[in-house]
Nanobody
Framework: VQLQACGGGLVQAGGSLRLSCVASGRPFSSYRLAWFRQAPGKEREFVAAIGWSGENTYYPDSVKGRFTISRDNAKNTVYLQMNSLKPEDTAVYYC????????????????WGQGTLVTVSS
């Protein structure tokens, strides 16, 4: 699976952005998908994950209620809607795909996109 993320940019605190990640290669619908982020000098952090059917979603407390992950299997695309953005959300955001493993663990994901930068100004 090849993943291509886009949609990052500069936004003021309180604003919104929607990230997209398009997949190509193997059947998209059999994969669980996730978003992670990495800020300068920090470790990669789990942001959101979604099961193959889209019914099950997972978030850390830091983004719960502000971010929403969704997928469109017909378009081979996973989205991350980010609302009420904060300066601490500034990071490079990566989409990832896996066929099994823990939803929240980066080590579970075999395939990664190239990352898209989100900058939130105060």
């Amino acid at each position: 699976v090849q993943l291509q993320a886009c949609g990052g940019g500069l936004v003021q605190a309180g604003g919104s952005l929607r990230l997209s990640c398009v997949a190509s290669g193997r059947p998209f619908s059999s994969y669980r998908l996730a978003w992670f982020r990495q800020a300068p000098g920090k470790e990669r952090e789990f942001v959101a994950a979604i099961g193959w059917s889209g019914e099950n979603t997972y978030y850390p407390d830091s983004v719960k209620g502000r971010f929403t992950i969704s997928r469109d299997n017909a378009k081979n695309t996973v989205y991350l809607q980010m609302n009420s953005l904060k300066p601490e959300d500034t990071a490079v955001y990566y989409c990832a795909a896996a066929q099994s493993g823990l939803f929240r663990a980066a080590s579970s994901y075999n395939y990664w996109g190239q990352g898209t930068l989100v900058t939130v100004s105060s």
